[in-house]
């Protein structure tokens, strides 16, 4: 089994910052996709980002260019880099772990940007 363990969300001015991390256990991390997905209240669960386990990187709808995903393999840890956040960013952030055989998702990290 796989556990997926997010941190680093908050409260946060509309303009601000905040880095989110999430730690996968187990040994499958390097050979998989990691991303980030969000929902925010009374919509659906939408991608933000990803990264394959070569390294390519994908984002959500014009989320690119102030959001930018990056992965530790030796960490076991992807992490989300949001910049120039806007209230609309508020969601719970969960992260995700797929492949072929693997279909995990942590927690959720809730996020709040205040106008």
């Known amino acids: 089994q796989v556990q997926l363990v997010e941190s680093g969300g908050g409260l946060v001015q509309a303009g601000g910052s905040l880095r989110l991390s999430c730690v996968a256990s187990?040994?499958?991390?390097?050979?998989?996709?990691v991303g980030w997905y969000r929902q925010a209240p009374g919509k659906q669960r939408e991608l933000v980002a990803g990264?394959?386990?070569?390294?390519?990187?994908y984002y959500g709808d014009s989320l690119k260019g102030r959001f930018t995903i990056s992965r530790d393999n030796a960490k076991n840890t992807v992490y989300l880099q949001m910049n120039s956040l806007k209230p609309e960013d508020t969601a719970v952030y969960y992260c995700?772990?797929?492949?072929?055989?693997?279909?995990?998702w942590g927690q959720g990290t809730s996020v709040t940007v205040s106008s």
């Open positions: 187990g040994s499958i991390f390097s050979i998989n996709a």
């Open positions: 990264v394959t386990s070569g390294g390519n990187t």
């Open positions: 995700h772990l797929g492949g072929p055989e693997a279909d995990y």
